[in-house]
Each structure stands twice: as structure tokens, then as C-alpha cells.
T-cell receptor
Framework: NAGVTQTPKFRVLKTGQSMTLLCAQD?????MYWYRQDPGMGLRLIHY???????AKGEVPDGYNVSRLKKQNFLLGLESAAPSQTSVYFC??????????FGPGTRLTVL | RKEVEQDPGPFNVPEGATVAFNCTYS??????FFWYRQDCRKEPKLLMS???SGNEDGRFTAQLNRASQYISLLIRDSKLSDSATYLC???????????FGKGTKLSVKP
């Protein structure tokens, strides 16, 4: 089992560009999450999903959109990237609201 | 008051030392508690769950005090490989999700 994988691992964008981060899990988990981690801020929840076709806002959803068209995939989109979105993005999945398994992260820089 | 608070450290200890981390949480309705470990530039990984009766896993002991809304992690006989950031995590926050503390950094020196 690969667990939770994220694509890409690194990305550099210019302000205003768009991109999609892909998260995939092979553990048949219902719940999936997107976090961002910034120095001194800890992990902050962007959006989450409790099942295929459902999404909900987390603590810091502005500037991001998500989709969960398939149970195993959770996509995070940035429509118009801003320097404030420079961060490390982690995807996670879980069976319920309990232990979460994290992907290796995506390091995004917005210039 | 922040939902989950931890002393950021860093805690610099020699090998073999015993070190304790504390964490407080604000939501008295919180239901589940965890300690995660995060190595530098890596993803967080579950270290252990925290049960009401306290629990131990080898050199690691976790305690929960619901009355004081306080969680602790004790590491005995510290190893160099214990160097990492330890995240206190609480389920039952205002959004019904896991709420992560900012982490406590531990550095174990030879």
C-alpha cells in the first residue's frame, strides 16, 4: 500500500497563476483533508471531505477550492495564486474523525 | 484562549534524559486526544493516542487530565532519534475536526 500520496512534491508559481494539487489514498478512507503548514502557525485546515462528492470549509478556506469526485482522490485548487499562499501543503485521510494519515507534502512557492 | 496550546520549546536535553511536554485545550467537550511526531521537513505521524486512564508505549507515557483540560507526554531515556517536533492534537474542536497545536521542538544531544 502506498498510503497517502501527493502530486507534485514541489512547485513554483507566479502570482495569478492557477494550479491543482492532487492527493490520493489507497486505504479506502472516507475522510480526507487539506492542511497548510507555515512557520510558527502550525497545521491549519483548509478544506475537508467526509465522503465522495462532499466537501466542507476548514479554518482557512479563502483562495482555495476542492473537489472529491472519487473516494480515493481529493484535489486542492488555487485559482489565482498569491504570495501569501506560499506554504507546505499536506493532505491527510482517516477512517473517521480520528487518527489521520498524512501524505509527504507539497512545497509551494508563489513569486 | 487558543484551542490547543503547547510550549514551543525548543527543549534541548542530553541523551538518557527524561523530558515532559504539556498541552492545554480549551474545548471541554473534546473527545479524543493524540500526540503526533513530525520530523524536519516530513509529514506528521501518529505517536500515540491518549486515553483517560493514561497509557504507555515503551519509553513514552501519555496522560490526560480532563478536569484541568491538560495533556502530557513523558519521554524516558531520550535517544538521539527522538529529536523531532511533537504535536498535541485534540478532536472535538469547534469545527468537529482534529485541532493541532503548534508543536514542541525536542533536540536530544549526545
Amino acid at each position: 500500500n502506498a498510503g497517502v500520496t501527493q502530486t507534485p512534491k514541489f512547485r513554483v508559481l507566479k502570482t495569478g497563476q492557477s494550479m491543482t494539487l492532487l492527493c490520493a489514498q489507497d486505504m479506502n478512507h472516507e475522510y480526507m483533508y487539506w492542511y497548510r503548514q507555515d512557520p510558527g502557525m502550525g497545521l491549519r485546515l483548509i478544506h475537508y471531505s467526509v465522503g465522495e462528492g462532499t466537501t466542507a470549509k476548514g479554518e482557512v478556506p479563502d483562495g482555495y477550492n476542492v473537489s472529491r469526485l472519487k473516494k480515493q482522490n481529493f484535489l486542492l485548487g488555487l485559482e489565482s495564486a498569491a504570495p501569501s499562499q506560499t506554504s507546505v501543503y499536506f493532505c491527510a485521510s482517516s477512517y473517521a474523525f480520528n487518527e489521520q494519515f498524512f501524505g509527504p507534502g507539497t512545497r509551494l512557492t508563489v513569486l | 484562549r487558543k484551542e490547543v496550546e503547547q510550549d514551543p520549546g525548543p527543549f534541548n536535553v542530553p541523551e538518557g534524559a527524561t523530558v515532559a511536554f504539556n498541552c492545554t485545550y480549551s474545548n471541554s467537550a473534546s473527545q479524543s486526544f493524540f500526540w503526533y511526531r513530525q520530523d524536519c521537513r516530513k509529514e506528521p505521524k501518529l505517536l500515540m493516542s491518549v486515553y483517560s486512564s493514561g497509557n504507555e508505549d515503551g519509553r513514552f507515557t501519555a496522560q490526560l487530565n480532563r478536569a484541568s483540560q491538560y495533556i502530557s507526554l513523558l519521554i524516558r531515556d531520550s535517544k538521539l532519534s527522538d529529536s523531532a517536533t511533537y504535536l498535541c492534537v485534540v478532536y472535538g474542536g469547534s469545527q468537529g475536526n482534529l485541532i493541532f497545536g503548534k508543536g514542541t521542538k525536542l533536540s536530544v544531544k549526545p
